[in-house]
């Protein structure tokens, strides 16, 4: 089965930063498109960060410059490193995949469309 575990996440000030990381399992996560989102209470899930099976990089327009995922192919985990963290960036963070590629037509970024599969979520607050 495969299993997505966020963690990570917790409460900061303003300027501060955390590093969240996504545990995987049950599938060759080098394969899949892997992406970082967040929805904020009464907000849009949108994307925050992706990394496609061959390296390439993208980042939502919010977060570009603040932001960095990376990931440990040998432990099967993925990272989302926030600096510079602002109050607007307080939401549930969720890890997600893909087995096509990130710019397959099916996969919409933005929204999180194509994404099946989904981590629980870790919440980051941020306090001006």
């Known amino acids: 089965a495969i299993d997505i575990v966020e963690s990570g996440g917790g409460s900061v000030e303003a300027g501060g930063s955390l590093n969240l990381s996504c545990t995987v399992s049950?599938?060759?996560?080098?394969?899949?498109?892997m992406g970082w989102f967040r929805q904020a209470p009464g907000k849009a899930l949108i994307g925050v960060a992706r990394?496609?099976?061959?390296?390439?990089?993208g980042y939502g327009d919010r977060v570009k410059g603040r932001f960095t995922i990376s990931k440990d192919s040998a432990k099967n985990i993925l990272y989302l490193q926030m600096n510079n963290l602002k109050a607007e960036d307080t939401a549930k963070y969720s890890c997600?995949?893909?087995?096509?590629?990130?710019?397959?037509?099916?996969?919409?970024?933005?929204?999180?469309?194509?994404?099946?599969?989904w981590g629980q979520g870790t919440q980051v607050t941020v306090s001006s």
């Open positions: 990394i496609d099976s061959d390296g390439e990089i």
């Open positions: 997600a995949a893909t087995a096509v590629r990130c710019q397959h037509r099916a996969v919409q970024f933005d929204s999180g469309r194509g994404f099946g599969y």
């Open positions: 049950g599938f060759l996560y080098d394969t899949y498109c």
